[in-house]
């Protein structure tokens, strides 16, 4: 369980923005590891909206089915990698936030992307990738994954992302 890596990938929650954790995947060793695909969201300052506050229905609200279904893709073709994938949010932009969330769920790798825009659907969630580039951890090793927009841009779409690899794919 020890040699197993916790790996913190951003995210806008959309179909495009599996490519990071595919070509985090593609790029690295044949280590076990655990995907937490983090966005950002503002919490609401009312009482009502901090009462009413859970992880879980915002992340229903925004995490659509064919995201879902590409995360369960990228699970099955790297089955023998991926102990568990899971998704989760940020709630604040301060860094003891963040540095407390990276020690409390155990990560060791931090992957940063170059050349993808995160877009979000609202203005209530913000991108991850500047604080965690800004957070001073020695003992997470950071990873620079690079995103070639050479086949289309923001395409939100399964096969856009999946099947135009030399993946052999089987149907059961």
Known sequence: MADIQRVL????FSVDSLRIALEYLERTSDKQVE???TGGYYMDDSITG???FTKEY??????NED??????LIKSRFGSRIVEIYTDLFLSKNSRYVKNYIKGA?????????GYNFQFPNRNFFDVSDLLNRSNNEIISRINVIINDNLA?????????FFRKDWRVGYE
Do not use: M, W
């Open 50 to 52: 901090l009462l009413g």
């Open 35 to 37: 995907l937490v695909l």
């Open 9 to 12: 990938i951003p995210t806008d």
């Open 106 to 114: 155990r990560i060791t790798q931090i992957v940063h992307s170059e």
């Open 153 to 161: 841009e923001n395409i939100d779409a399964l096969d856009g992302i």
């Open 58 to 63: 915002y992340l229903d609200e925004i995490q």
């Open 67 to 72: 995201f879902i279904k590409g995360c369960g």
